[in-house]
Each structure stands twice: as C-alpha cells, then as structure tokens.
C-alpha cells in the first residue's frame, strides 16, 4: 500500500499553532540557508539586532565564516541555548535555558506517527528558565503579556484541544503515554492514487537545465551514530575523519592516517585521512557537524546557496580538493 512513497509529515501538525503567523505579518524575511549574506546584506533599514533559539547556525548552516561574522557586527545578539555552541560564542547575550530533562513541553513525532509529553525529570540549574518564561519576560517588557500569558500547563491545552479534542486525545491521555496521532493516514497514499494530473507519482516537473560539473570531489557530509549536528557524544579527534577511496589518497599524495587538507571554494579545514575501498572515488566523506572554534565545521567549506525548489540549503553541491597539509 502507498507503493513504498512517502512524504514528510509536519511533525508538529497535531498541534494549533495557528497563532503563529510568522512570514504573513513580517515586515521581511532572510532565507534560512543565505542567513550570514542576508543580514550583512539587508538595507532600509539595516538588521542591528538578532534573537537566536533553537538553533545554532554558524555550525548548521553553509558558509560558516560569513555567518560567524554577520554575527560578530550586530549591535545585539540575543542566543537563547544550553550550551557555548559557536554561536552562542558570538553573542551579547546568552540566556541559559533547560535541556530536554528539565523542560515542560510537547513532543511532536520525527519519523513516525506518536505524540507525547517531555516533563521535568531534574531541576534546572539557578538562574536557567524554560524558553516559554524568557519569552514572556521579554513580552511583559515589550507590553504584550496578555499575547503569552498562562503556564507550561496551560499551553500545552491551548496547543492540543482544537485539532486532537475532537478525536479524544486530551493532555492527560498525553501524560499517561504516547498517542499515536489521529490526524495523518496510517499509510500515505495507500490507494496509490497521487494529486497529479496522471495520479501517478511525478517526481519532477520540469526537467533542470544541464549544469557543467566541477572538477574535484562531492564533499558529503553525513550523520553518524556519534554526532547529531554540532553535539557529539563523544569529542572527535584533533580532526575530522575524511574517508576517500586509496586510489583519491594516492592522486593527492597522501597517505592513511595523515593529516591532510580539503579546499572548497570558499574555505579550507584540515582532515584526517582515512582509506577505504568501498568508498566512490569522487567522494569525501566526513561526519556532519563539529565546532567552527575547532577547526571540525564542514559547513565552513559549503558556499551558501539556495535549492531549485523550496529555499532549502543546496548543502551536497559543494567540490573540494584533496591536498597535502599546507599546500596552495
């Protein structure tokens, strides 16, 4: 059923966030993946100040360098996070809040279908709040206490009753366990029927214009079982692993286990070599992730550019070189 295509289902649909208008009432917006260029760009007026939360873009987003430094000339950098992250490295301000065990939240699913409840297992350290209480701090101040008012409690009703109260799904259900959410079909499209004007699944419109490939390697830059973004369960080396195909290493002149450096179009970040065989020789591999400060970003490697559709970060476009340590 469905013949095996699927589609990304908004992991947070189940909840009424409706109140969220976002890009309709803006006076403007920056695309996430040309965030550093856009804010150094942005004119009448100019940005002079920025809030960062949930995030940590000059390690996740391409062109880390131009991110950092669009950063490093605000007036006012506000980053709300847990931990000294590269950009919160950069701020005016860091506004300590919990971690997952110490928040009072909802839990919207992240490939599959159940919602649930994240409640305090420990208290917080002193002096860190729950993003809910920073931002109503900053509303009251702003005037605007009403917009935010009411307790973690109180909001996770305010989220869940309009689109789950219907199907019986309250936030004490919630609490007693995971629910699988009512909302999205079991299968997607399990009559195999598509909203095409075939019904079948078409993967592409139209078809793109021919592109002239570089020369170099596709940099890729993957999850591992070890990181996921710049949070790593366990420090990496002094650098990076980059594993290439031994015939890659020999070209370059390098050997395993040396250090190495790759260069891309707008940077460069020494790696360590690693070989392997069942690599593809136009490939070099590296983990996703690691710390600017550290020398360990690949995404200060990866030149910031837009997607044909849907203004995602065009991140596996990027070829670099191989070279020796220190060579041009």
């Known amino acids: 059923p469905g013949g095996g295509v699927s589609f990304y289902f908004k992991r947070r ?128 101040r702003l005037g605007l206490s009403h917009v935010l008012e009411g307790d973690a409690r109180a909001w996770k009703r305010r989220l869940i009753e309009p689109k789950l109260g219907p199907h019986g799904v309250t936030l004490e259900a919630l609490e007693a366990g995971p629910v699988l959410n009512p909302l999205p079909p079991k299968v997607l499209f399990a009559d195999r029927r598509f909203p095409t004007p075939s019904g079948r699944v078409q993967l592409l419109t139209t078809p793109p214009a021919p592109t002239q490939i570089a020369d170099g390697l596709v940099l890729m830059s993957l999850s591992t079982e070890k990181s996921q973004a710049a949070q790593w369960a366990v420090a990496p080396r002094a650098h990076l692993p980059c594993t290439v195909h031994p015939d890659v290493a020999a070209a370059a002149g390098v050997a395993a286990g040396e250090v190495a450096t790759l260069i891309s179009s707008i940077g460069r970040m020494d790696v360590q070599v690693v070989v392997d065989a069942r690599q593809r020789r136009d490939v070099a591999l590296v983990p996703k992730g690691g710390h600017l400060a550290r020398g360990q970003c690949a995404n200060a490697l990866v030149a910031a550019r837009t997607t044909d559709h849907g203004e995602g970060g065009a991140l596996y476009d990027e070829r670099v070189r191989l070279v020796p340590r220190g060579a041009a």
Request: include cysteine; charged fraction near 20%.
């Open 13 to 140: 649909g189940a909840f009424d966030t409706s109140f969220v208008r976002g890009a309709e009432v803006a006076p403007r917006s920056v695309a996430e993946p040309l965030l550093g260029r856009e804010i150094l760009e942005a004119q009448d007026p100019p940005i002079r100040a920025v809030w960062i939360t949930c995030g940590n873009p000059v390690a996740m987003l391409p062109d880390s360098t131009t991110t950092a430094r669009a950063l490093e000339t605000r007036e006012l950098v506000v980053v709300v996070d847990s931990f000294l992250t590269d950009t919160a490295a950069r701020a005016t301000v860091v506004l300590p809040t919990t971690t997952l065990l110490e928040a009072d939240d909802l839990l919207g699913s992240y490939g599959h279908h159940y919602l649930g409840v994240a409640r305090p297992v420990v208290a917080p350290p002193p002096g860190v709040r729950p993003e809910l209480e920073i931002l109503q701090a900053l509303a009251a």
